[in-house]
């Protein structure tokens, strides 16, 4: 098993930043890939962002079209987190932030197999 705790949300202005974590623990040794994704208020789920690595290094990462110029995300292998760099942030960023962890394609939903309780990001106008 693998337990995920993100932290980091909280409410901003338009135009402002925020930075998320998400620490993994357990069998991490298991995974090759940790997500985001959000969940707007009364919508789906979507992805964010996600960074793959193959044999514990070999990164890449993958962003949705609406983040992949405001948002980055890295890895710190030594302390199992992943972080997401939130810049220019707008009203539509609003909603809870999910952490994932897992392997397979980045940006399909069935690839993670473990979720963080997510973590509320408001974004005011």
């Known amino acids: 098993q693998v337990q995920l705790v993100e932290s980091g949300g909280g409410l901003v202005q338009a135009g402002g930043s925020l930075r998320l974590s998400c620490a993994a623990s357990?069998?991490?040794?298991?995974?090759?890939?940790m997500g985001w994704f959000r969940q707007p208020p009364g919508k789906e789920r979507e992805f964010v962002a996600a960074?793959?690595?193959?044999?514990?290094?070999?990164?890449?990462?993958s962003y949705s079209d609406s983040v992949k110029d405001r948002f980055a995300i890295s890895r710190d292998k030594a302390k199992n987190t992943v972080y997401l760099e939130m810049n220019d942030l707008k009203p539509l960023d609003t909603g809870v932030y999910f952490c994932?962890?897992?392997?397979?394609?980045?940006?399909?939903?069935?690839?993670?197999?473990?979720w963080g309780q997510g973590t509320q990001v408001t974004v005011s106008s």
């Open positions: 357990g069998r991490t040794v298991s995974i090759s890939l």
């Open positions: 994932a962890a897992g392997g397979g394609p980045a940006t399909w939903s069935k690839s993670y197999s473990y």
């Open positions: 960074i793959r690595w193959i044999r514990n290094s070999d990164e890449a990462a």
